[in-house]
Nanobody, 123 residues
Framework: QVQLVESGGGLVQAGDSLRLSCAAS????????MGWFRQAPGKEREFVAA????????YYADSVKGRFTISRDNAKNTVYLQMNRLKPEDTAVYYC????????????????WGQGTQVTVSS
């Protein structure tokens, strides 16, 4: 079965950086759009970033543009989220997701998702 396993979360201070990883198995990774979502306590899950099968097209939420970078390594079946200049409002559980369509992913529709990794940014 499809598994997406996130790692790399933690507790950092405002202004610090973190890199999240998501290792995928059970699917043809290079055929899937990969994305990241996050959910803060009491809030709905929101789109963060996505990139296309080759990684050539990327999309970001306005709140993270210029600070976060999504990338993928199709040889390792892994997608990354480099998060720089973190802010307290970035505190959330971050989820990795996979889907066949980029437009679906950006709209928050996806076939598979992981269990999430906690990111906490202190002020």
């Amino acid at each position: 079965q499809v598994q997406l396993v996130e790692s790399g979360g933690g507790l950092v201070q405002a202004g610090d950086s973190l890199r999240l990883s998501c290792a995928a198995s059970g699917l043809t990774f290079s055929s899937y759009v990969m994305g990241w979502f996050r959910q803060a306590p009491g809030k709905e899950r929101e789109f963060v970033a996505a990139n296309s099968w080759s990684g050539g097209s990327t999309y970001y939420a306005d709140s993270v543009k210029g600070r976060f970078t999504i990338s993928r390594d199709n040889a390792k079946n892994t997608v990354y989220l480099q998060m720089n200049r973190l802010k307290p409002e970035d505190t959330a559980v971050y989820y990795c997701a996979a889907d066949r369509g980029l437009s679906r992913m950006v709209r928050g529709i996806y076939d598979y998702w992981g269990q999430g990794t906690q990111v906490t940014v202190s002020s």
